[in-house]
């Protein structure tokens, strides 16, 4: 399978725990998104890769969460010090130019 | 800031019914247009992508409009099958690709078998 992948699939976690997610795109797009989505709610972005730069972070993306993408291969998200609020769908996407392309997202679950 | 609206939020008919999903953005200076479908507890899949400088777009039993101007777009579902049961999705890119997405919150569509 070719698509957008991540991992893992669920987490939970207990509050203050750190948690760190991992997405690979597809493997020529060069564009690499993470988006939050929670119930009942589209996605919202939080933060744009261009190759191994991140070139844009919404105002949601709190100082408690990092994202990196070494080398512009996969990329990983990490929150520290988790919080009941920050249980959602995690998804990934990744874009050769225009068309994105998502990942079947992560589960986070804050206990 | 842009906004996208979908109406409506929720959606049942019976299966083998034409139907229309609506989406209003607030902007009309946007890039793309994407319709996505999600299935419960699942990521997005890509239905359709209308560049800025296209009227619509087709797959399959599914057309999409974009009217720019007027900051409207439509996903029409021709003869409705129950594996089409699913939330739509509708986003829009107003920048050249460093600001992402901008969603509705969908519209929850079952067909009835």
């Known amino acids: 399978d070719t698509g957008v992948s991540q991992d893992p699939r669920h987490k939970i976690t207990k509050r203050g725990q750190n948690v760190t997610f991992r997405c690979d795109p597809i493997s020529e797009h060069n564009r690499l998104y993470w988006y939050r989505q929670t119930l009942g709610q589209g996605p919202e972005f939080l933060t744009y890769f261009q190759n191994e730069a991140q070139l844009e972070k919404s105002r949601l993306l709190s100082d408690r969460f990092s994202a990196e993408r070494p080398k512009g291969s996969f990329s990983t998200l990490e929150i520290q010090r988790t919080e009941q609020g920050d249980s959602a769908m995690y998804l990934c996407?990744?874009?050769?130019?225009?068309?994105?392309?998502f990942g079947q997202g992560t589960r986070l679950t804050v206990v | 800031k842009q906004e996208v609206t979908q109406i409506p939020a929720a959606l049942s008919v019976p299966e083998g019914e034409n139907l229309v999903l609506n989406c209003s953005f607030t902007?009309?200076?946007?890039?793309?247009l994407q319709w996505f479908r999600q299935d419960p507890g699942k990521g997005l899949t890509s239905l359709l992508l209308?560049?800025?400088?296209?009227r619509e777009q087709t797959s399959g039993r599914l057309n999409a409009s974009l009217d720019k101007s007027s900051g409207r777009s439509t996903l029409y579902i021709a003869a409705s099958q129950p594996g089409d049961s699913a939330t739509y999705l509708c986003?829009?890119?107003?920048?050249?690709?460093?600001?992402?997405?901008?969603f509705g919150k969908g519209t929850h569509l079952i067909i009835q078998p």
């Open positions: 996407a990744s874009s050769p130019r225009t068309e994105a392309f």
């Open positions: 986003a829009v890119h107003s920048g050249g690709g460093a600001d992402g997405l901008t």
């Open positions: 902007d009309s200076a946007i890039y793309n």
């Open positions: 209308i560049q800025s400088s296209q």
